[in-house]
């Protein structure tokens, strides 16, 4: 392969992507983002009922039809009640590390659409109030969000407009440095969605059409399980571009692909992991074979749902999954590198 991956595009599209609020259950204006990207290099974009979509790239047969899913959905969480000291107390979207989310900023998006700011905090945050301070539990029992508003009661925060079931939305704190990392919440699974888009940008800047029809399926409701229980029928094998993981018994870095041959749904399907192996080898893009046995992916979820389909799942490494993410370019080119190798 001598196509080159643009480095600029796919670094841009993923401070941009990164940047959205998407917790799952609220994907409405990513995925607007996601159909001018797509409707933009040419390609025909639909969505689903829940909200999931679909990027169409015509190959040269429809003999089998190729699905590549990525997740634009994160984690998050959502206004459980409101204390009588005007406080809010949360539920979780998905599995964050509550400890990560002590101190963090946060914004709170009434049903009307008023936002206002706040700061997950421990229930003790004070060293020079509370004995427990520094060792209490973080989790939702013990950790609260405090508004940026004059607020001292139940009802003050009601006058706000805020209530059970809002949306609360965490700084996502997008970086990418010189040196090619990229730092921030929700990588998992924003970096693979941006190496899509970066796909595509490479399909349509070459006047690339791969060998079989290719349905990029943009799903919703992934981190709590059911983000592609329903795919287009005609998809007949799919690849869920995903975070790759890194730590303790695993080969996995920030700058290979992975490849994983079976995560707690069980193995992936046999020849396509070889074939995913294979390709990476033979064109020298760097990868490791990994087994996650604390993950699943919308491959499962698609399988679980009675799709009749055979599955894989690639993606970049990740440092911190569900906490400070981290990753480097040089994991999402080699992501691209291996998708194009493989729909070739």
Do not use: W
């Amino acid at each position: 392969m001598n196509y080159r991956v643009n480095k600029d595009y796919v670094l841009n599209t993923a401070k941009r992507i990164l940047e959205f609020d998407s917790p799952t259950g609220f994907c409405f204006d990513i995925m607007e983002e996601i159909k001018k990207i797509a409707t933009g290099f040419g390609y025909e974009f639909s969505t689903t009922r829940k909200g999931c979509g679909i990027i169409t790239v015509n190959g040269e047969s429809n003999e089998r039809v190729i699905g590549l899913a990525a997740h634009v959905d994160t984690l998050g969480a959502m206004v459980r009640s409101i204390t009588n000291s005007g406080t809010l107390k949360f539920t979780l979207l998905g599995g964050p590390i509550p400890a990560t989310m002590d101190s963090e900023y946060c914004k709170i998006r009434t049903r009307d659409g008023r936002i206002y700011t706040g700061t997950f905090l421990s229930t003790s945050p004070a060293v020079h109030v509370y004995p427990d301070s520094k060792d209490k539990k973080r989790d939702p029992e013990n950790m609260e969000v405090r508004i940026d508003e004059k607020v001292l009661s139940k009802k003050d925060v009601e006058a706000l407009g805020i209530c059970p079931g809002d949306f609360i939305f965490l700084d996502t704190k997008t970086t990418i440095t010189e040196s090619g990392f990229i730092k921030s919440r929700f990588i998992d699974d924003k970096g693979s969605v941006a190496a899509l888009m970066g796909l595509l940008e490479l399909l349509s800047r070459e006047k690339i059409t791969p060998k079989y029809t290719l349905k990029l399926f943009i799903s919703v409701y992934e981190e709590v399980g059911h983000g592609a229980s329903y795919i287009p029928q005609d998809i007949t094998e799919m690849i869920a571009v995903d975070m790759g993981c890194i730590g303790d018994d695993l080969s996995c870095t920030e700058y290979d692909v992975s490849i994983c041959a079976k995560d707690s749904g069980g193995p992936y399907d046999y020849n396509m992991v070889t074939e995913l192996i294979n390709l990476a080898k033979d064109n020298n893009i760097k990868y490791a074979v990994d087994i996650y046995p604390m993950y699943g992916s919308d491959v499962g979820a698609a399988l679980r749902g009675g799709n009749d389909i055979r599955g894989a799942l690639i993606g970049p490494g990740v440092h911190a999954s569900h906490g400070m993410e981290r990753t480097h370019y040089e994991g999402l080119e080699n992501t691209i590198k291996l998708l194009l190798a493989y729909i070739s």
